[in-house]
């Protein structure tokens, strides 16, 4: 701030006067020899025209402007400086870290069971990916399996979880660009899911549910009907949504032909998700290399075309569709069993057994007072989150706290397609583009 | 009241006038940080409507609001930013620290964060959870609403 | 003359131990190409440990081999218990060939540098700096290596094991009080 103190040039009342020479800029050339000419001026007959822009202007004409942190339609606290050329954006530098909370330190400190506390809280809308990311690179450390049972809980609680991430991301998308209506839409369908959550983890964001070695606890007795609930509400809502938006021309306006981001730039900028699949890229995670056993359930994958926001909007709306089928293939076909891997060294005992055996109850107290050692070793395991490829890069030493936990975040990777759909756009357009990346600025500054 | 002059009468109704005013219109100034602030959108959306109490629209500006809710976690690099937006709210004008990362740090007691955003800016509710659900926040949004009427809070 | 060139190639045959190569074809391509990258499976995944100055060399052969996306480029700190104290991980990505490899390389204690693989793969801008401002790890070749997280004048790499936590002890409401 300091710097921008010292360029200014500010001038005091009372102090030397300012150095202005004066000039002819913005003055009218005033015609002096024909006055019928003067007379048709008068009467507005004679244009003459100032507002004609030059195709080309100097470097120092170009103004920087500062947007954010703290700023109504940027997603968090994200900080944009944008360098203008009247309206065109020529660069834009994305300035991140208001939000950075030192969460891989953290993890240093938590042992392994307390560690999804704190990954949680890192994507805040997608909160079961994270701790699914987490677990499963513990479960590989320690080489243990979850039972089928676990395995399906997982795959339903993290498709609802992209089904309320989505409806965020369409609220929010909605309203930045001006359909105010959607954030009330949104978050409407979006209370229905949260109370599914409630009742099964407890809370309705950041759960710390899903644990290394399984789930925290089996789904209460009647869930079906409140996911059967969910299933029958969400697509008659979502043709609300195709009813507001789908045929309306000014939202296509906003959204066709905007922010525009190629295949080639998406990859070798290492997007993924919505973003990368909008620009004809199909690769998804789930597909490529299938984890908690969703090999075993039918679904399509949309793929864009142009890489604009309406793309990323309708990829959005039809990944809902498709996590609402496989939510319903898992709640057809859910196996019985365990909700947790039966090993004693991971798993606490349940309560009851610590009033009868010594053995559950030195257990129960090594696990939560020191809790369990993996064996040392590193991986890196990865999801696909709501907004791409969701990863934990886990180095372990034998101890009961990671060595080092590091998370590959989607939206840390997908901030850096800004620049390239901002680049030659118009100012007015910045909003709409940064919506439709999705960032979540828990996610990249962690 | 009767036995006061007609003057006192007149300048405490007009008082309670006031702050009854400043309560029923409140306007917040949108300072979502993190998780909180998901949860504070769902408090201004249909279910657990805001609007009720005429607080729905958050304003952009800190200029034209008067309440501060800071939901979520207050990082090193925040903190002179959270200070700025503070000082350019008019007065009369109040803070909410939501959640527990507002209030104290939460979970994240290490170098990065503030611990606790009353370290930056003087804070009148302090509303406990992570996230505190919507219902939360609303009791503690009219506590705050309690307290300016009663006159416990001035500014 | 091919008699006695025949006769001294199996000797060396002999004497050069097998070094490991993965299964896959591709990576036995790739791993082919560079003598001195050892490769490592660590537990299923496949892991080459790249000497640090041949960083930027085995990367531009890995994108040729069909690795178009970097996924993520970080660090670790090993203190005391590794000769070189940093290590700095590359996991990289192939969606053509559906296969992933994770490339190691170590940096030493004292001014820790690496060649940034920002020419290759221009996603690495971000992951980079957050490496720099964590480990303070220096890219070199980096077009832009300021801090990314922390505030410009923070003092110190948060991540690196020497950095201590921050911990603010807690002073609870009673706590003036004798015991």
Known sequence: MSDD?????????GTEEPDLAPTDEGAQEISVDESGRRLDEQFGRVVDDDYVFDDEADEDERMILNMGPQH??????????????????RRTKPIIGYLHTGMEKTGEQLNFSQGGTNVTRMDYLAPLHNELAYSLAVERLLGIEVPPRAAAIRVLLTELNRCSSHLVALATNGMDIGAISMMIYGFREREQILAFFEKTTGLRMNHNFIRPGGVAADLPPGWKDDVAAIIEELPRRLGQYDDLLENNPIWLARTKG??????????????????????????DLRKAFPYSGIERYEFEVPVGEHGDVYD????????IKQSLSIVEQVMDTIPKGDYRVDDRKVTPPPRARIDESMEALIHHFKLFTEGYKVPAGETYVAVESPRGELGCYLVSDGEAQPYRMHTRAPSFSNL???????????????VATIASLDPVMGDVDR | MATTAPGNLLMTTIDKAARWARTRSMFPASFGLACCAIEMMATGAAHYDLGRFGMEVFRASPRQSDLMVVAGRVSQKMAPVLRQVYDQMPDPKWVISMGACASTGGMFNNYALVQGVDQVVPVDIYVPGCPPGPQSLMHGILTLHDKIMKGEIAS | MTDETGVVETEEAAEIPERPLPDNEVLRALFGQFEDVGWEDSLGQDVARVPNERWREFASAARDAGFEVCVDVTAVDWMRHRPDRFEVVANLLSMQHRLRLRMITTAPRQEPTVASLVPVWPGVNFPEREAYDMFGIVFDGHPDLTRILMPDEWDGHPLRKDFGVGLVPVQFKESHKVV
């Open chain 1, 72 to 89: 109504p339609s940027t997603h968090g606290v994200l900080r944009l400086q944008i360098e203008l050329e009247g309206e065109i954006i």
């Open chain 1, 258 to 283: 905007v922010g525009v981001i190629s295949a080639e730039e998406a990859t070798a900028y290492g997007i993924t998700g919505p973003t990368l699949r909008s620009t004809g890229v199909d690769w």
């Open chain 1, 312 to 319: 990323r909007y309708r990829i959005r709306v039809e990944e």
């Open chain 1, 5 to 13: 103190a010292k360029t200014l040039d500010v001038w005091v009342a």
């Open chain 1, 416 to 430: 850096q397609a800004l620049p390239i759909a901002m680049a030659d756009s118009l100012m007015a357009d910045t």
